[in-house]
């Protein structure tokens, strides 16, 4: 067999640590699939005393100076895992600028930075890959960049974020509260001990940004997508959606409207349950793909932890040495060949939930359905459910299609209307049945 290839890691966290286990305990099958062994030189940590003991019996190289490894020219392959967005863009970029191909699990470099990175990339013939980045061990990156290259993609909804996946199934199968199922996800480690990236939508919103960019071959930014977070949602709510046929998931939606343009969203929505994503529960994520020439198809798995992103990582390296040992570098490129227009507010359609805490009174009905009169939303269902003890009724309203900018429109006239005490919630809901 040919001789080694040779790999730095920066970083050797939860899934550095990850890498160094899977590259070693299937080091044999992996080197006769990648065609000689793979090594781990060097990892770039800041103090040697922090790994993990599980991690020291392997016999890498430790250093606390990047240099050591852009210099050296034995090493091939940089792969990047220190998360954040600096300086890991910076280690990236000087990684490439060395020649060396770099594999990195970095949505918030991506969703900020992939468009000057794959152009670097190109420009220096190096592999850039990031198999890992969105939905942790799913395979989805590569899917999107060779396996349905051929297709026209026209839309892209995904369950992204497995702590808000976690919460929101607990919410509905247990009756949890939202704050019952967020301390449950803190305590099982899913959730961050700061976990407003994942309950605001935004791990969600970076993730749909990647994704939309290689489907749609147009780069776009976390500032491309509009986000909103499942922090509004209460127990009552998935209630609602259960009686109404539909369960609750926080979704990554992109599309791709030939004459309007390009929409990138993440926000809750109500699914109908027999769609092929409201089964998906606990911290699985899926990804829900349309292309012209596949039609549907969904990949599923498991979206973060150790062992499934590193099996992404590792995949990624294992396609590189492969790549090496045939001369065939930089093959895939971002293929960001188009800059589309974005689609805009008044033309983004979708059927709305609202739940609404208003005065038990005659008109008020009236006064809510001209307020949606004057945005030309059209009423598909109302419930009035609890009419509690101090004259206020909760008010749940399903409309029509309504565009972005009417139900904006809208909320704001209903925030300030006198028999209005409260607009509690509001979900997109995506139901082919309405029109
Ligand atoms: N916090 C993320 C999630 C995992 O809950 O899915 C990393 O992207």
Known sequence: MEKSVKIALLGCGTVGGGVIIVLNENREDIAKKAGCAIEVKTVLVRDKKNLKPEIKKYNVGYTDNLDDILNDPEIEIVVELIGRVHPAKEYIEAA?????????????????????????????????????????????????????????????????????????????????????????????????????????????????????????????????????????????????????GYVVKLLGVAKNDPENGISANVYPVMLPKNHPLASVNDVYNAIYVNGDAVGDAMF?????????????????????????????????????????????????????????????????LAAIASTFAAQQMSIASVIQKNVMDNGTAELVIITNKVSRLSLDLSLRTLQVLPVVNEVCSVMRVEDPALP
């Open 96 to 244: 490439i600028s060395h020649g060396k191909h770099v594999v990195t699990a970095n949505k918030d470099v991506l969703a900020d930075y992939g468009k000057s990175l794959f152009a670097l990339a190109a420009e220096k013939k190096t592999d850039f890959q990031f198999e890992g980045a969105v939905g942790g061990g799913i395979p989805i990156i590569r899917p999107l960049r060779a396996c349905l290259a051929a297709n026209k993609i026209s839309s892209i909804m995904g369950i992204i974020n497995g702590t808000t996946n976690y919460m929101l199934t607990k919410m509905s199968q247990e009756g949890l509260s939202y704050a019952q199922a967020l301390a449950e996800a803190q305590a099982k480690g899913y959730a961050e001990s700061d976990p407003t990236a994942d309950v605001e939508g935004i791990d969600a919103a970076r993730k749909i940004a990647v994704l939309a960019s290689l489907a749609f071959n147009t780069p776009l930014t976390l500032k491309d997508v509009h986000v909103e977070g499942i922090d509004n949602i209460d127990a009552c709510d998935i209630e609602y959606a259960r009686d109404l």
């Open 300 to 364: 599923l798995g498991r979206g973060a932890g150790r062992l499934p992103t590193a099996s992404a990582v590792c995949g990624d390296i294992i396609d590189i040495v492969r790549n090496i040992r045939n001369h065939a570098c930089g093959r895939i490129g971002g293929n960001l060949f188009e800059k589309k227009k974005m689609c805009p507010p008044d033309k983004e359609m979708a059927p709305c939930y609202f739940r609404l805490q208003v005065a038990d009174r005659p008109g008020v």
